[in-house]
């Protein structure tokens, strides 16, 4: 599976820690934009995730992506009022083969659910890579717990439930 994924996703992810094992089982990119929210200002301003992914990126586990120019896609970006690193998301996934974007902002899943655009949330993440038999049930069960203080109640007893 080839994944764009947004900050809000990736952040999940590496506060779950459960970043790594995402990030060797399934190919993951990250538009130019993001990397600034994650990686140059918070590095920046000495937050320890930030170096955590910038490692992920020389390793070859993480990948910036690049987007061509698009009128059609730029006219919906500012008529739909994409936000700014979602903006990128967008661009990145309308500009080449990817498969999926995870991101678990309601706003920008709203918008690209109503235009077909598949999506997952980092939870459906980790059961994903349950269901391929990739984590063991205790793993899976321990990143959703990590996650759950960072994603709504509803998206947590879903994969809670999934994971048991």
Do not use: C, W
């Amino acid at each position: 599976m080839k994944v764009i994924m947004d900050s809000d996703s990736l952040i999940k992810l590496t506060k779950a820690k459960a970043k790594e094992t995402v990030l060797k089982n399934i190919e993951v990119h990250i538009p130019p934009k993001v990397f600034e929210e994650v990686v140059k200002i918070p590095k920046e301003e000495g937050y320890p995730d930030a170096f955590l992914i910038e490692e992920n990126l020389k390793r070859g586990l993480l990948a910036i992506g690049k987007s061509g120019e698009d009128q059609h896609v730029e006219e919906m970006i500012t008529r739909l009022r994409i936000g700014y690193s979602e903006a990128d998301v967008f661009r990145l996934y309308k500009s080449g083969s990817f498969d999926i974007i995870s991101s678990d902002d309601r706003r920008f899943l709203k918008i690209i659910d109503a235009l077909d655009v598949p999506y997952i949330i980092p939870s459906a993440l980790i059961v994903y890579l349950l269901d391929k038999n990739i984590l063991s049930r205790a793993d899976a069960k321990m990143y959703i717990n990590n996650l759950k203080k960072m994603i709504s109640e509803e998206e947590y007893y879903l994969a809670i439930r999934e994971v048991e």
